[in-house]
């Protein structure tokens, strides 16, 4: 239940983040907006930061689980879902707060200072671009490792964690993607190929909090390490 619950405030509050951002940064006259929007870009990058420390805990509780199954892989999902993932969240806040700053400025200064404000801008935004393609990358790479452990498991139908590995590597692309500048973040195409995992990923945590993990696959799995104890 916890896990779930953690999926779909990482999900929630990422989405939310999105709104918030993306009627300022798309906008022309974007750094003038952001000043004037500070308190809407702060929370925007404290819902970025709750989604990260919320994707974060879950490897960690899931770790006692999968260590029984595969505990290399285990301790891999907690290496790029745990440690690099929430570094790289707090990368992508600190570029949005930057950008504040940079906003702040840039106002204050008037016309003469102007190219100079909107080329800082315009590389911490690009920066944040390439920062986000990187996370996408990481995340996927965790979420294969997560799939497959769900899969090998059966704590969750295999249907579910097979939709999960498939949609992932859609996801993965768009990471790829973007780093090379053929799509863009928020382009009509990026949007399409994340959808998949989106729905997977509430299926999933709804699954997780109703009906829990497969009881039979815990004793079973349980049984094993038991026999291997002896």
Do not use: C
């Amino acid at each position: 239940m916890i896990v779930g619950a953690l999926f779909i405030i990482g999900t929630v509050t990422g989405i939310l983040s999105v709104v918030l951002y993306s009627p300022i940064l798309n906008d022309p006259d974007y750094l003038t907006k952001v000043s004037a929007n500070e308190n809407q870009i702060v929370i925007g990058a404290l819902f970025v930061l709750t989604m990260g420390l919320a994707l974060a805990m879950v490897p960690v509780m899931m770790f006692p689980i999968f260590r029984k199954h595969n505990e290399a892989l285990a301790l891999g999902y907690v290496v790029f879902r745990g440690a690099l993932e929430t570094v790289i969240y707090i990368a992508l806040v600190i570029s949005r707060l930057l950008l504040i700053l940079v906003s702040q400025e840039y106002v204050a200064a008037g016309t003469p200072d102007a190219p100079y404000f909107q080329t800082l801008g315009a590389l911490l935004l690009k920066g944040h671009d390439s920062i986000n393609s990187i996370l996408i990358i990481v995340f996927s790479l965790g979420a294969l490792i997560l799939y497959y452990l769900f899969y090998q498991s059966k704590l969750i139908p295999r249907w579910i964690s097979g939709w999960g590995f498939f949609a992932i590597i859609l996801h993965l692309a768009t990471g790829f993607l973007i780093m090379f500048r053929l799509i863009s973040p928020m382009s009509t195409i990026t949007i399409v190929m994340n959808l998949p995992i989106l729905f997977q990923e509430m299926v999933m945590a709804v699954w997780l909090i109703v009906k829990g993990f497969n009881p039979s696959a815990i004793v079973s799995e349980s049984a094993k390490t038991a026999m291997n104890e002896v």
